[in-house]
């Protein structure tokens, strides 16, 4: 139980394009999905929260008009990079919560997107 | 300020070497602190989630602990299989959000 998934796993577009990731629990119904970012041999920056039904709400520092996030149900989150620029390239990754086993606190993560903006 | 903190940045041990992780925290109301680890490449993967100061868990080769300040993740007799990045992050109460620590790489030797 507790699947995440996301797709694509590996996506290059041209500056200026804009490309779409999907977040989707396969096995549970997500309330809450969280976006976040890692570069190489850092750790996760979270960069939005998006909750079913409602407006994501970013992290300070985050383009809300660059990073648009729709959380269409309780199954699907998607992260759309608008106009993307190469620093845009970025290992993007998203989680969720829902009530699985025990404990609905517990955030179970996806296997990344791998964005590189040529 | 919320913080963790973790320790060593990097962990290389022979196979069979047990060894622990630090993960110190500061943050006011700690809901939870949680362990995952993660591969290159790929998303995390849930380990643990410690809710209050005693508590330990346990999965294979690997012991969580839990203390009013840190959190120790204890490897006993690696496998190089268990070479990753250990990730610590921590839940506030009345928020779902994760605040992750920078990692532990560990690398097994054969």
Known sequence: ?118 | EDQVTQSPEALRLQEGESSSLNCSYTVSGLRGLFWYRQDPGKGPEFLFTLYSAGEEKEKERLKATLTKKESFLHITAPKPEDSATYLCAVQKRNDYKLSFGAGTTVTVRA
């Open chain 1, 1 to 118: 139980g507790a699947v995440v998934s996301q797709h694509p796993s590996r996506v290059i577009c041209k500056s200026g394009t804009s490309v779409k990731i999907e977040c989707r629990s396969l096995d549970f119904q997500a309330t809450t999905m969280f976006w976040y970012r890692q570069f190489p041999k850092k750790s996760l920056m979270l960069m939005a929260t998006s909750n079913e039904g409602s407006k994501a709400t970013y992290e300070q520092g985050v383009e809300k008009d660059k990073f648009l996030i729709n959380h269409a149900s309780l199954t699907l989150s998607t992260l759309t990079v608008t106009s993307a620029h190469p620093e845009d390239s970025s290992f993007y990754i998203c989680s969720a919560i829902g009530l699985v086993g025990q404990s609905s606190y517990e955030q179970y993560f996806g296997p990344g997107t791998r964005l590189t903006v040529t």
